[in-house]
């Protein structure tokens, strides 16, 4: 391990370990059930960006989608549960690779926690379980991508200890459902 990937584990450990007065007390993290996708998608319709494009009141693609990645041994959706409500998700998917002498990474995906647990911790401790499990299943690498006019969240995964030393791209297909 290098002196930076010693640097960044310490930093992700350190946000989970300071969550907060009961940013870790009582909450679970686990791997998300059919189930809980309801209020997988209301969190992810709860936030600036997803407002416009989630639709929580048809749950039929995302079921047809969860169903994909459940049935996908690299990819899982994890939750944080507190006293039986979700209160958080994720999504997680590892990627098999040839570059970095044929490493495998871990990919971090929307990343939400509901309004009333936010600014406690349960964030950090999200994506410090994720990193665990990425360390778990041999990845050398965690990486995430965050929207460019999301500047708290870049803060936050700064103080995780992620380093922003890419530059993503997208390009939008057409939804072929449509």
Do not use: N
Not at 2 to 12: K, L
Not at 61 to 67: D, G, K, L, V
Not at 105 to 110: D, G, N, S
């Amino acid at each position: 391990m290098t002196g930076r990937d010693a640097d960044s584990t310490r930093s992700v450990r350190a946000e989970a370990a300071s969550a907060g007065a009961d940013g870790g007390e009582g909450v679970a993290i686990r791997r998300a059930s059919a189930d809980d996708l309801a209020a997988v998608v209301a969190l992810l319709a709860d936030d600036v960006r997803g407002a416009d494009r989630e639709t929580p009141g048809d749950l039929a693609p995302y079921r047809e989608a969860f169903a994909r990645i459940d049935a996908d041994p690299w990819t899982l959706v994890a939750v944080a549960v507190r006293g039986g409500a979700v209160v958080g998700t994720l999504q997680l998917t590892y990627l098999p690779g040839l570059s970095h002498r044929g490493a495998t990474r871990a990919q971090i995906e929307a990343v939400r926690v509901a309004a009333g647990e936010r600014g406690r911790g349960l964030g950090g401790r999200m994506v410090s379980w994720a990193v665990e499990q990425a360390r778990t299943r041999g990845c050398r690498m965690v990486q995430l991508t965050s929207d460019a006019a999301r500047a708290d969240a870049h803060r936050f995964y700064t103080r995780l200890g992620f380093a922003a030393t890419h530059v993503g791209f997208k390009l939008a297909l057409e939804d072929p459902r449509a």
